[in-house]
């Protein structure tokens, strides 16, 4: 029998777990539900209804775990403690400084409904959380550094567009690669937010809009661009749509750290992501974490996890012998 | 209080989980178990004492991990099962076709004497399959390559000099670099045992010794390096003490992918490691997987485990609370 998956709210991420559901026989799409209009919400997998957001506590038992596809600013800190009353769930939570709360509010309501909550799961926080953990216990005597990109923050394109004159725009967070070489070389650099990242820019203006205008805007906005180098190229809408229409991201996580008597011995461990879609990834390792989720929920096991307390062999559809004669 | 850690066999792994203990503020070295005569053993740790192997199971109740450093061909198969009986392990045990033989051996005496054993970590079988599996379960639809080194291969080195006419030896196992390439590339390549790795061979031969007979030896040699590309460079004896001494070794493990609803895109996801000391490196892993198997059975938890049968978060000294706020 298959896993039964609910999605909750269906834009870019919906979608991409929709494809991972797919891609893994063991898993079944049984609803997907939003905050739209049903009947105007087209998806892609046949005889699998869309239904109202407020209709899914109804459908509690058909369902055995419930993906939490909105966003983390205003969603997922309503949405994960309320539905972790009913289902186990998994979201993916990403506002770093806020993860202890929103682990507070949902490990309070998944203890009293007895279900498995996962958060933040997806590839940072994730994955790379995931590097960052095993890299540390491993060389403890160590530096990590994170890197993001080449790839589109969503977040500083938005605020580039919100630029009056500005009618479209995409940004590319992008690290710099003599950072990147200084960290592998394992000599702990301390390096500045300038020196880690640059921030390109490819901005559509509205007719006669002020481009030099636009450009220092950009450039000197605080906390999304004045503390980077920004590059800000000006181009047409086809372009845009030709060009930078799609939405790859990826990373780094590199840890340096020391061995030895007398700590006379140097290791580099490099995780690295590169991903043509970033919500199609992120939603390949949510659908993971909902098979584990389901399966620790069967044993027994209840109340708000992250990536860090779940042990590998539950996230994979092989068994524990299949996995140690062929991945061990 | 700290965890009591023995050693069991003083040779470069002893030695690396001595290091490593001594990096660790909540691991304490107990004592060092060898079959050699223990007082021609000298370990680096002050007021720590060198005990005969035969005495280590009088110690069980002093000792709350014994860490195994023999080797996988004979040692472990005997050991691991033999001390599971009386101690929480952890081993290296490294012969990938034999690991299910180990696991079942194993398993069986820590079920019985309710302790946690905890085999094959280190690097690869370790590091490299947590990677091999947690990128299987997030790119489902993928293909995994593992490549090796830069790295000094014990083994390749040994046959070389057992080669007549050779008095010393070093061999390094070097990824291709093209092949490397093409995997990134996400075409997944099928790549040939030739096209994946080559090898080259620092020899230092015996006087008057016939240096082509051994060239043509060494590449010839079945299993070793028939297979393989095969570089020989004969070498001084000092040249080869002062430049090849070390024990560096590393690798990458490779995962591409595709997701979407027809398969669209394409992710790579990369892990690589350089390490200037394989042993030392090797026992960082199996350190942090000592503090493992002693949570683990503190909780209750017994019987034989790998790396993927733990929760990352049991590798740390932080506590959960500091892991969310910092790592995640």
């Not at 966003?71 to 205003?74: E, K, L």
């Not at 906005?221 to 503390?227: E, Q």
């Given at each position: 029998m298959c896993i039964r998956i609910g999605i909750m709210g269906y834009g870019n991420l919906g979608r991409g777990i929709e494809c991972a559901i797919k891609q893994n026989s063991d898993l079944e799409l049984k609803a997907v539900f939003t905050r739209r209009a049903p009947e105007s919400v087209k998806i892609l997998t046949e005889g699998v209804k869309v239904y109202k957001a407020e209709d899914a506590i109804k459908m509690k038992d058909e369902i055995d775990v419930l993906i939490l596809c909105g966003?983390?600013?205003?969603d997922l800190p309503k949405q994960t403690p309320e539905y972790a009353k009913y289902f186990n769930v998994v979201d993916s939570f990403d506002t770093h400084a806020k993860i202890p709360e929103h682990f507070a509010a949902v490990d309070a309501a998944a203890k009293i409904s007895g279900k498995v909550a996962v958060i933040s799961s997806g590839w940072d926080p994730g994955m790379f959380s995931l590097n960052r953990l095993y890299a540390e216990a491993v060389l403890s005597d160590g530096k990590d550094y994170t890197f993001w990109g080449k790839g589109v923050s969503q977040g500083h394109s938005d605020a580039i567009r919100r630029?009056?004159?500005?009618?479209d725009a995409k940004q590319y967070t992008i690290p710099i690669d003599t950072a990147l070489e200084a960290v592998r070389s394992g000599k702990n650099p301390s390096l500045t937010t300038r020196e880690k990242h640059l921030r390109e820019c490819f901005v559509v203006a509205k007719e006669g809009a002020d481009k030099e205008r636009i450009e220092n805007e950009i450039k000197t906005?605080?906390?999304?661009?004045?503390?980077y180098d920004t590059i800000v190229h000006f181009i047409s809408l086809e372009e845009l749509k030709e060009n930078h229409s799609g939405i790859p991201h990826g990373g780094f996580v590199i840890r340096s750290g020391k061995t030895g008597w007398e700590k006379e011995n140097t290791h580099i461990i490099e995780y690295s992501l590169k991903l043509d879609s970033n919500p199609e990834f992120t939603s390949s390792v949510i659908v993971a974490y909902a098979r584990a989720a389901y399966r620790l929920n069967k044993e027994g096991v209840f109340g708000c996890k992250t990536v860090f307390d779940i042990a590998p062999a539950y996230l994979s559809s092989m068994s524990p012998e299949e996995m140690r004669a062929k991945l061990l």
């Open positions: 966003g983390s600013a205003t630029i009056d004159g500005v009618l906005m605080p906390n999304y661009f004045a503390d």
